[in-house]
């Protein structure tokens, strides 16, 4: 049931939309996967035909950008288009408050059938078993078929409406896909237009697919990025990246799959398609490994939407898309206005080819403490088409020109040439701060508090039990 306040929040939307032909959206989101291991972005050792297909059939955003590059955190911004100081969800493991006004939640007060399949990652507490119940902790979603969290590639089980565990057929993905199938052939049925979401768990490590996907990608073919130092114990190199590869491939097929269906169902033409993620893998690239740091691996994420009905096929945008802009994009391409507290930006002008116009720049945010690599605290940064800036509270931190260094090689935040710059760009980050609503001394322990768990090798901790015991967050 939608709260008083998701009705609130959508009053005056059935005029909104109106008569008109609404699309049907299918969001589909691997988890980790970085732009720069897919076909369509440049990249010409990974194999990614349906994804290829797909940008070539609609639209590919250069520049997608995770607003706060760590699972949870992202999914709520995604959900939300709030950021994540706004919503809550300031780090893993914690339940994203049943108050929230949602995309889903808005969408199917406005007439769509919703539906969620994969990783969810949103109800904090155990990741395992990983039942959520019906109720106001699915946030609108009518159909449910779904986990926590778990990065069991294989053997994973999920659940409907009720505790009991159910296998998910074979490689992870492909058991998704399955259970997206069965959505999309009730929707078929059902006559209403429907927003489905689904969220696989690879290419997250551990890093795998099945054999004959392996098999592409032999350790000797397959080459590290140019900002890699090179293979050494304890760090993501070929082996670990060939494996990424393999998953990256193997999603692949299911968005195959998953676009054969919607041909079979003659419903491609009014479907508006949005491949993404929720963060990259730095999977050695400056040394470090993951995500949670404010390098093109980590942040830069595909962003490809077709919709044969709106979206003229083989475009490229250079515009600015941050996570926090998916939602209020897809309602307004959906028919309805954006909900008061949504922070992002309308990019459907974009979308549909009527505008160019993008934000100026894009916000960063990661919250709290991290024990591994360098990223010793939290940080904020700020992007623009040309320069990557990210600071710590008490000094700058990295600066790069992506133009002219777009493997990010040269730091240029302590050279006394840049010194305007960084002036510059720090001015840019204050405003988005002020503008936001965000402050150095917001408490990210605030939210961990308030019924939030984090996790640390199958155990789960309070916020201070957990750093006390060295934990880190992922």
Known sequence: MLTRREFSAMAGLAPALGKSRRPNVLFILPDQLRAQAVGCYGNSEVQTPHVDRLAREGLRFENTLANTPVCCAARAVLLTGQYCHRNG?????????E??????????????????????????????????????????????????????????????????????RGFEPEGWTDLALEFLEGSKRDGRPFFLTVQMGPPHDPYGAPEEYMKRYPVE?????????????????????GAYYAAVTAIDDQVGRMMKALDDAGMAEDTLVLYSSDHGDMLGSQGLPLKRKPWEESIRVPGIVRYPRQVKAGRVSRALFSHVDFAPTLLRLCGAEAPRGMQGADLSKVVTGRSEQGPDSSFFQIFGPYRAGKVAEGWRGVRTQRYM??????????????EADPFELRNLAEEPAAAGLVKEMDARLAAWMKRTGDDWSYNWTEPVEDGGRLYKDATYYSVKEYLAAGGQRQ
């Open 89 to 97: 969800m300031t780090a893993n493991d914690l339940r994203l408050k």
């Open 99 to 168: 108050s929230s006004v949602t995309l889903s939640s808005v969408l199917r007060g406005a007439g769509y059938r919703t539906g969620f399949v994969g990783k969810w990652h949103l109800d904090g507490g155990p990741r395992l078993p990983g039942f959520v119940p019906p109720g106001p902790r699915r946030h609108g979603f009518e159909f449910w078929a779904a986990n926590e969290c778990s990065h069991q590639h294989f053997r994973n089980t999920y659940f409907r409406d009720t505790p009991e565990p159910l296998p998910v």
């Open 221 to 241: 073919r397959v080459t590290l990025r140019k900002n890699h130092p090179g293979e050494r114990a304890g760090l993501a190199g070929r082996k670990e990246l």
């Open 389 to 402: 800036y990210a600071r710590y509270q008490a000094k700058p931190w990295v600066l790069y020109d992506l």
